[in-house]
């Protein structure tokens, strides 16, 4: 059974400081997204990465893909309240296979 | 807009009564998702179509539950004799597979509440 394991499952911070969320697995994936959802939305696509070792930046947020394609890593940098919410890693194992979700963290910045 | 749509948005019913929900993905896209979420928890897979065919069910989806996608444009989930423990978050998701990273855009769910 594939799993995905995220860390921590719940954070709360103060606006200004910096965090990481950690997804991983023993598994090797052809791909992983990182999406962000709020209470009472759909989860929303931040990043796709797709190769071993890659880095995407978006704005605060820094992500990253593990060499060997079984991890991946979400840095903010001066969180802040508007970056409240659950974030969801999900990996592609591929050969027409479905996504496979982690249980996501929620992040909780205070002002 | 040109994102994946869903309808209802919320939906109150009573126990034993049947419920659908409609979800219109992004046009182009051939693969088709249903979730489940219950809150501070991740999606659960139900069941996903690539065009027309029902490729795969998870097991958590019983004999209750039957979705649809006759077109291979929108899906339909029906929930038939509802039960209390089917309240939830149901998120439908599309994709455009060719055989890379299967990256899933969401609707903005249908909140059930089973009273």
């Known amino acids: 059974t594939q799993l995905l394991e995220q860390s921590p499952q719940f954070l709360s911070i103060q606006e200004g400081e910096n965090l990481t969320v950690y997804c991983n697995s023993s598994?090797?994936?052809?791909?992983l997204q990182w999406y962000r959802q709020e209470p009472g939305e759909g989860p929303v696509l931040l990043v796709t990465?797709?190769?071993g070792g890659e880095v995407k930046k978006l704005k605060r947020l820094t992500f990253q893909f593990g060499d060997a394609r079984k991890d991946s890593s979400l840095h903010i940098t001066a969180a802040q309240p508007g970056d409240t919410g659950l974030y969801l890693c999900?990996?592609?194992?591929?050969?027409?296979?479905?996504?496979?979700w982690g249980l996501g963290t929620s992040l909780a910045v205070n002002p | 807009d040109t994102g994946v749509s869903q309808d209802p948005r919320h939906k109150i019913t009573k126990r034993g009564q049947n419920v659908t929900f409609r979800c219109d993905p992004i046009?182009?896209?051939?693969?088709l998702y249903w979730y489940r979420q219950t809150l501070g928890q991740g999606p659960e897979f139900l069941t996903y179509?690539?065009?027309?065919?029902?490729?795969?069910k998870s097991r958590l989806l019983s004999d209750r539950f039957s979705a649809e996608r006759p077109k291979g444009s929108f899906s339909t989930l029906e929930i038939q004799r509802t039960e209390q423990g089917d309240s939830a978050m149901y998120l439908c998701?599309?994709?455009?597979?060719?055989?890379?990273?299967?990256?899933?855009?969401f609707g903005p769910g249908t909140r059930l509440t089973v009273l």
């Open positions: 998701a599309s994709s455009l597979w060719e055989g890379g990273a299967d990256t899933q855009y």
């Open positions: 046009s182009e896209h051939n693969r």
């Open positions: 179509f690539q065009n027309e065919a029902q490729l795969e």
């Open positions: 598994s090797v994936f052809s791909s």
């Open positions: 990465v797709v190769t």
């Open positions: 999900a990996a592609n194992a591929g050969n027409n296979r479905k996504l496979i």
